[in-house]
């Protein structure tokens, strides 16, 4: 698992060797390159403020609380631990939320219970969708419902199965 | 004219979920912290501002990074590769959206931090100006149920926490996370436009 920090740069250098054996001028192409940068963050800006607001109010009136205590029994039916509802909850609108959480149930549950390895799963195998969602399609009239229906519905339904393979695997 | 266009948006789920939520959260805070509310959002907004900027240095060493692969020619010999399988997988013959969206899948799948946005942003509005909504679909599926092979984050957060093997969550990990993205990808499938 190590290995997987030598990608980056790995990647950089035979890329920049390559580009180097094709006679581009590096400078000038990545600066080139670094311009888009400003007016892809401010096309993007007012979808972020959004976004993270609603995250904000969600987690910090307790709707999310009594949200996953209401949902515990569905939870539990399905087989995903009720402590790790609110994870759920939260993972489709705020990455840096659900990490921030992800690290406290790892340290109020232990890194090598179940709940934590539900945890886990929970969290590296599905996205956050609303984020995406605002992001990718900004600004665009298209109807979303039905393209962020499936991300959400996928990602609950591999949940239900990620929760079943930390039992048996 | 502006509120009207808002009022016809309604369809898009994020506005009867943020309408809903934003609604919940106002009268719980009336109700039980009058004063809490503008912090709340004040706090929402100080977070979008920093993760910005975040966003921003992540973006300025991609967007430098796929320039030079452009120029290189690399990834026009990558999408001259990929072409024939992304172009089914898409149903599109416009082999620039088609290589960014490839470009996408990759950087996902290395889960390399920041890098998938630019080329993606990009397909999908090159997807959507041609008026192939399945295309613009199937790449927000494949991004929204997670590509990424090695969840780096999750091994790195468990070792900080003195789990005995930080790696053995990889295959439960991995098994769902190919499972969500398959589901989506055949749900996309499965619901397309007949044409």
Known sequence: ?169 | MRMLRCAADIQYPMNIIFAAVFLAAAVIFLIADPEGFLPAMLAGGQKAATVSLALLASYCVWLGFFKVLEQSGLSDRLAKGLFPAARRLFRSDDREAVSLACQNLAANVLGLPGAPTPPGVAATQKFLNARNGYAADMLFVLNATSLQLLPTTVVALRAAAGAASPADIFLPTLLATLFSTLLGAVLVFVTRKRT
């Open chain 1, 1 to 169: 698992m190590k290995y997987a920090a030598l990608i980056i740069p790995l990647l950089f250098a035979a890329l920049f060797v390559y580009a180097l054996i094709r006679k581009v001028r590096l400078y000038d192409c990545f600066t080139e390159g670094v311009k888009g940068a400003i007016p892809l963050v401010v096309s993007l800006f007012p979808y972020l403020v959004s976004v993270l607001i609603l995250s904000e109010l969600f987690e910090q009136s307790g709707l999310s609380a009594r949200l996953t205590q209401g949902l515990a029994p569905v939870f539990r039916f399905l087989g995903i631990p009720p402590e790790i509802g609110k994870l759920v909850l939260l993972k489709p609108f705020s990455g840096s939320g659900s990490t921030a959480l992800l690290s406290e149930i790892l340290s109020a549950y232990g890194a090598d219970s179940y709940i934590a390895r539900c945890a886990c799963v929970a969290y590296g195998s599905s996205e956050t969708v609303f984020f995406i969602s605002a992001v990718y399609f900004a600004g665009s009239r298209k109807n979303l419902t039905k393209p962020v229906l499936i991300a959400l519905f996928s990602n609950f339904a591999s949940l239900i199965l990620g929760c079943l393979f930390c039992r048996i695997l």
